[in-house]
């Protein structure tokens, strides 16, 4: 079966000699038929999480 495992992913921007880390050390593993619910307020890393995993 497929599958996506995402380990410690992590996504840092910087900004005005500014680091922001919006994800830190995220880890999970879907298989073939899962779901998964992603929630957050907004500016959480939503978006980024998923466009990390799109590749």
């Known amino acids: 079966m497929n599958s ?5 992913l992590t996504k840092t921007y910087s900004s005005a000699g500014r680091q922001l880390t919006v994800l830190h050390e995220v ?8 779901t998964l619910a992603i929630v ?4 959480s890393g939503k978006t980024t999480l998923l466009g990390l995993c799109a590749g």
């Open 27 to 34: 880890s999970f593993t879907l298989q073939a038929g899962d």
């Open 4 to 8: 996506l495992q995402v380990e410690n």
């Open 40 to 43: 957050g307020p907004s500016g």
